[in-house]
T-cell receptor, first 117, second 111 residues
Framework: KAGVTQTPRYLIKTRGQQVTLSCSPI?????VSWYQQTPGQGLQFLFE???????NKGNFPGRFSGRQFSNSRSEMNVSTLELGDSALYLC????????????????FGPGTRLTVL | GENVEQHPSTLSVQEGDSAVIKCTYS??????FPWYKQELGKRPQLIID?????GEKKDQRIAVTLNKTAKHFSLHITETQPEDSAVYFC??????????FGQGTTLQVKP
């Protein structure tokens, strides 16, 4: 099976712009979670989508949004970019979290490195 | 809200020694506790996980222990090797809740 893929891998934007990141989960996985990783803050949970519905949300401002499509692919959008949004954005997919131990494992993508100038 | 505290933030050991990383969680309803290893420039990968109905789980040189009463869980790596050098993250979640990660521990194994 192909792993989790994310596009683009690298992105450079300027303050005030918006950006859309894409994540394709492992085939058969229906849950996609997004994380922001920075050296000082570790892995911060953004949101989780399951069956096209946002099931969980982290403590990020409304500038961060996401969605999931019927094929389980997910996108996240950041509007009005700030310098502090520079980070590695990771997505992770899993089968059906919460129903069985084996379904809880999250498989991470390679991440999108966003730099805001 | 939910929180996971991880200690230490950095750990340096000699090859062959053991390494222990500890985490404390705040949500008493948490029932799933994975550990991820992230090598430099790579994605996090699951190395071991434990559910709340089990007190200890072992996989070769890696073991995880869970104390539900104290809301503590720990990762134990024995006979460390240079390739164990990486950042290790603990995490906790409840059923369909969000996965909350600790701050990470940078482990350096000196040959």
């Amino acid at each position: 099976k192909a792993g989790v893929t994310q596009t683009p891998r690298y992105l450079i934007k300027t303050r005030g712009q918006q950006v859309t990141l894409s994540c394709s989960p492992i085939s058969g996985h229906r849950s996609v979670s997004w994380y922001q990783q920075t050296p000082g803050q570790g892995l911060q949970f953004l949101f989780e989508y399951f069956s096209e519905t946002q099931r969980n949300k982290g403590n990020f401002p409304g500038r961060f949004s996401g969605r999931q499509f019927s094929n389980s692919r997910s996108e996240m959008n950041v509007s009005t970019l700030e310098l502090g949004d520079s980070a590695l954005y990771l997505c992770a997919s899993s089968q059906t979290p919460g129903t069985s131990p084996s379904y809880n494992e999250q498989f991470f993508g390679p991440g999108t490195r966003l730099t805001v100038l | 809200g939910e929180n996971v505290e991880q200690h230490p933030s950095t750990l340096s050991v000699q090859e062959g020694d053991s390494a222990v990383i500890k985490c404390t969680y705040s949500d008493s309803a948490s029932n799933y506790f994975p550990w991820y290893k992230q090598e430099l420039g790579k994605r996090p990968q699951l190395i071991i996980d434990i559910r709340s109905n089990v007190g200890e789980k072992k996989d070769q040189r890696i073991a995880v222990t869970l104390n539900k009463t104290a809301k503590h869980f720990s990762l134990h790596i024995t006979e460390t090797q240079p390739e164990d050098s990486a950042v290790y993250f603990c995490a906790a979640r409840r059923n369909t809740g969000k996965l909350i990660f600790g701050q990470g521990t940078t482990l350096q194994v000196k040959p």
